[in-house]
């Protein structure tokens, strides 16, 4: 099995841009929240998703987000998808593909976007050891 790449810890990171989000009119749909997902730090310029946008970004034939999902199933290596989606926030999983199966896929980290901002979810690792950490302490 191919060992998956780290991830940069920024969870404390808060990156926004409302220009975008005003010029473009908000979040009307998938793509749009995934548009403006690259534009943040916690994008990774060699995704999947990356390589279909450049492929397609000269020939006015921008992809619907559906075919753009199948397109990625075909491919191996980091993909971004969004996991959850109730507006105001919407959840984003940075993963690797191994196949074209929906479950063929190892998340890598969790992201999310709520009204402009976006973060990186901290992994259950780090949450549990902080919170034992505090009890400790605590406890002295």
Known sequence: MQRLAAT???????????????????FQNQQ????????????????????LAMQTQ??????????????LRKMTGVEFAI???????????????RGPAEDDVNPIAT???TGANVYQSPTIYSVIANRLVLLFFHKT
Do not use: M
Request: proline letters at 6%.
């Open 58 to 71: 000269y020939n006015d034939l921008r992809q619907p987000y559906e075919a753009t999902i199948q397109a």
């Open 111 to 113: 992201y999310y976007i």
């Open 83 to 97: 996991v959850h989606e109730q507006p105001p926030v919407w959840v984003i999983q940075k993963r690797y593909r």
């Open 8 to 26: 940069e810890d920024l969870t404390g990171v808060e990156w926004r841009d409302t220009n975008w989000l005003e010029r473009v009119g908000g």
């Open 32 to 51: 749009t929240v995934l548009d403006y997902f690259a534009l943040s730090p916690f994008w990774d310029r060699q995704c999947n998703n990356q390589v």
